[in-house]
């Protein structure tokens, strides 16, 4: 059998909830409530508690901030995770997320069509200035220039918008290769959230 098929979850373990320290296991607890399950990459970062904390703290600020937050919107916020996503191959965020995206957009076929060609598929205007600039970051952040942003302004975004979008974009460049280290495997349900009526 193939090393790749022989994990479940991670090429270096995981560890269950039960096995989490009280606090993040109330707050992964909380998650898999919600949802109905524990998505993977809490999992695997769980062997390590004091990363999973600080991935969460920071995820959360980013992708969850509040509604009294100026900024991307959350469908937006999950825009970008996919796009970039979809440019660094990383199979776990192309699935978690876009089932995410798909709840967030009410749209069964928008996270296929962004991650399988972030460059090209057809987006809003201010979509379309949200993925450049994202990819811009995740793929040639080096090349990145002020007339990248004032593009980004043209288009609407705020520079706090514009902030979120090369901070989340960071964050799961990240993430990205986490999962790429580790083969982190999607859970099987986000396959098909987004996609059929909950029952």
């Known amino acids: 059998m193939p090393a790749e098929s022989q994990h479940e979850v991670s090429r270096f373990g995981h560890a269950e909830l039960e096995d989490l320290p009280p606090d993040l296991a109330e707050r992964i607890g909380a998650i898999a409530e919600r949802s109905g399950f524990v998505p993977n990459v809490f999992r695997a970062l769980g062997r390590r508690p ?7 703290d920071y995820h959360d600020a980013l992708m969850d901030p509040g509604s009294d937050t100026a900024g991307l919107s959350r469908a937006e916020r999950e825009l970008v995770v996919v796009a970039t996503s979809g440019a660094n191959h990383c199979t776990y965020c192309v699935v978690a ?3 995410i995206l798909r709840i967030r957009y009410k749209d069964p076929e928008i996270a296929d ?22 990819l811009v970051v995740a793929r040639a952040s080096e ?45 099987p349900e986000f396959f098909l959230m987004g996609r059929l009526p909950r029952t």
């Open 97 to 99: 997320h876009g089932a």
């Open 143 to 187: 090349e990145l220039t002020g007339a990248d942003l004032d593009a980004a302004r043209a288009a609407g975004l705020s520079d706090e918008e514009i902030w979120d979008v090369g901070a989340i974009t960071a964050l799961f460049a990240m993430s990205n290769r986490l999962a790429h280290l580790t083969a982190l495997r999607p859970n």
């Open 50 to 56: 004091a990363e999973l904390r600080a991935f969460l």
């Open 113 to 134: 069509r962004v991650a399988s060609n972030p460059y090209a598929v057809e987006l809003s205007e201010r979509e379309r200035a949200i993925v450049d600039l994202a």
